[in-house]
């Protein structure tokens, strides 16, 4: 069954640092993976996506995250943190089907 | 693209109140997604409709909750006598057809509150 596992449900970094938020996943197929960002009171918004391709995808707002089958991760980063960057990640998995699996979600906080 | 809208925003009523939630998807999406999120943890997916059938749902919808996508455009998600553990986010989410590669669209969300 798949499964998606975010290790650290709060990260804290001040504001000009590495942002890594971490990602495992368990697939038994070929897995499509996201990313997704949730503001306060808002609904989840798209970050990037990884489904074929380039193991190393690009998203918005400076974020990238690499597919790396071997660790089974997809791992978020962004070279440099802003102030705006604070908010709840969620990284997903796309299941036969069609459904999204969601991990629990990592806040990241931004210190300036 | 106007997005996916839902309302209300918000919902406070009293334990035992029956409530109904709106989603409007974006036009051209088939598929019409409806998760529950509660604090601190990722959505949870309840059901979903691929035009107007209603092909799955989730052992967290009790027959307390119903879904309804009438002529495959907006949907409703009712839930009949509250309870507390009802209080969560509940956020919809449209997709185009039958394609698994692609993200998910959200609205921004219905927050219920039982008092």
């Known amino acids: 069954a798949q499964s998606v596992t975010q290790l650290g449900s709060h990260v804290s970094v001040s504001e000009g640092a590495l942002v890594l938020l971490r990602c495992n996943y368990s697939?038994?197929?070929?897995?499509?993976l996201f990313w997704y960002v949730q503001y306060p009171n808002q609904g989840l918004q798209l970050l990037l996506k990884y489904t074929t391709g380039a193991t190393l995808v690009k998203g918005i707002n400076g974020f990238e995250a690499e597919f790396k089958k071997s660790e089974t991760s997809f791992h978020l980063t962004k070279p440099s943190a802003h102030m705006s960057d604070a908010a709840e990640y969620f990284c997903a998995v796309n299941v036969p089907g069609f459904k999204t699996i969601f991990g629990a979600g990592t806040r990241l906080f931004v210190k300036a | 693209d106007t997005g996916v809208s839902q309302n209300p925003r918000h919902k406070i009523t009293k334990r035992g109140q029956n409530v109904t939630f709106r989603c409007d998807p974006i036009s051209e999406h088939n598929r019409l997604y409806w998760y529950r999120q509660t604090l601190g943890q990722g959505p949870e997916f309840l059901t979903y409709f691929q035009n107007e059938a209603q092909l799955e749902k989730s052992r967290l919808l009790s027959d307390r909750f119903s879904a309804e996508r009438p002529k495959g455009s907006f949907s409703t998600l009712e839930i009949q006598r509250t309870e507390q553990g009802d209080s969560a986010m509940y956020l919809c989410?449209?997709?185009?057809?039958?394609?698994?590669?692609?993200?998910?669209?959200f609205g921004d969300g219905t927050r219920l509150s039982i008092l």
């Open positions: 989410a449209s997709s185009p057809d039958g394609v698994s590669n692609q993200p998910q669209h």
């Open positions: 697939s038994s197929v070929p897995p499509y």
